[in-house]
């Protein structure tokens, strides 16, 4: 792969809509592939977290590739999550989905055991030698082992297979010292973030483009905030950043991941069916109240009709009082918000520093 063709822009991670029996709901599913092709993503991530792929049997999870391959014809490329409980298995997901013509798999590091970077290497040393197709390695250092940036820049240099890596630990400076460590030997290397709370400093200080979970709702806003931010409207591109925040912390943090997401895409027009986490009688009735939040956020960019009750100031909630209920925020009380204006700010200083604006 050369730098002209490295995987770039937005990956939507597809949720899986489910009939009331809890199957793949397939005419949903190829609905839902159109509708977010039509509205702009770059590119389609079935199998990731946000699909759930570890709530699906391995046959389910071929079957959703295959709906999505097929339904797409080509049309945008599909990065398809390949990771299974070992590297066996997970070689012969690579094979079947090179069969489908799919672009490149992403493959998560091994998760439930808890590895040193030297087996995280080896890991994915091994499907590296050994792929027919091309991997993106996936670091969530939140459900797997992380993958540390010595072990990204060896594998980059040992096997050119490997390709890219998604990194949704959405950290800045992990992010910056990967590039920097990777990029002068692999140009032709993707840097993609997973989180969608700091995708657009993220894009300003080199990566390539997301996987993120909020394209799936609304693809509309984070193709804009991509085109944007790439097209150095900086200003616009910091209030749909901020307003993405708002909706991304309300889908994350007020209900099991990603059942939020799942009652916000209901919001835009699909049938997504009940999750296969099944949930308590308070957490169901929580769901409600979340799904009128949403459609006020998302009434807000037109994009839904507000609910029957109307919209007040109280049903929309800030991110900083969402993160400070979490716990989240830093001592000084700042917001997320804030930190990202900050972010930004410091970034674009440096471009403009540097001559690169």
């Given amino acids: 792969m ?5 995987l770039s ?7 899986v809509p489910l009939t009331a029996e ?3 709901n397939e005419p949903e599913l190829r609905r839902y592939v159109d509708w977010l092709i039509e509205r702009g993503v770059h590119g389609l991530y079935p199998n990731g977290s946000t699909g759930e792929f570890t709530r699906f049997s391995v046959e389910e999870r071929r079957r959703i590739v295959e709906i999505i391959a097929d339904q797409t014809a080509g049309r945008v490329p599909i990065l ?6 070992n590297v066996r298995e997970t070689l012969k997901a690579c094979e079947y989905y ?6 490149a798999v992403a493959i998560v590091a091994p998760f439930y055991y808890k590895l040193s970077p030297a087996s995280v290497y080896a890991y ?3 499907i590296g030698r050994n792929t027919p197709i091309d991997v993106t390695l996936y670091n969530i250092p939140m459900f797997a082992s992380p993958i540390d940036v010595p072990t990204v820049q060896r594998l980059s240099e040992c096997c050119e297979r490997i390709v890219a890596i998604k990194d949704s630990s959405g950290d800045l400076p992990h992010m910056i010292r990967m590039i920097t460590a990777v990029r002068p030997n692999r140009p032709d290397f993707s840097f993609l973030t997973g989180w969608d709370a700091a995708l657009m400093p993220l894009l300003l200080i080199g990566c390539d483009g997301g996987t993120n979970a909020s394209s799936g709702v609304v693809p509309e806003l984070t193709r ?6 790439l097209g150095g409207q900086l200003d616009a591109a910091r209030q749909i950043q901020y307003d993405l925040v708002t909706l991304f912390d309300t889908m994350l943090y007020q209900a099991e991941f990603p059942d939020g997401f799942r009652a916000a895409a209901n919001l835009r027009g699909f049938t997504m069916g009940t999750g296969r986490q099944p949930l308590s009688s308070e957490q169901q009735a929580d769901m409600s109240t979340l799904s009128d939040t949403l459609q006020c956020l998302l009434a807000n960019h037109g994009f839904a009709d507000q609910p029957v009750r109307g919209c007040s100031p109280a049903t929309i909630p800030r991110t900083a009082d969402a993160l400070r209920s979490m716990g989240a925020l830093r001592e000084s009380g700042s917001s997320q918000s804030d930190d990202v204006g900050r972010i930004v700010q410091g970034v674009v200083a440096e471009l403009r520093r540097r001559g690169m604006m």
């Fill in 98 to 103: 090179a069969s489908l013509g799919v672009r």
């Fill in 124 to 126: 994915f040393e091994e």
């Fill in 22 to 24: 809890g199957a793949i």
């Fill in 224 to 229: 804009k905030l991509y085109d944007l931010t």
């Fill in 9 to 15: 822009g937005i990956f939507t991670p597809n949720l």
């Fill in 80 to 85: 398809a999550g390949a990771a299974e409980a």
């Fill in 2 to 6: 050369n730098a002209n063709t490295r």
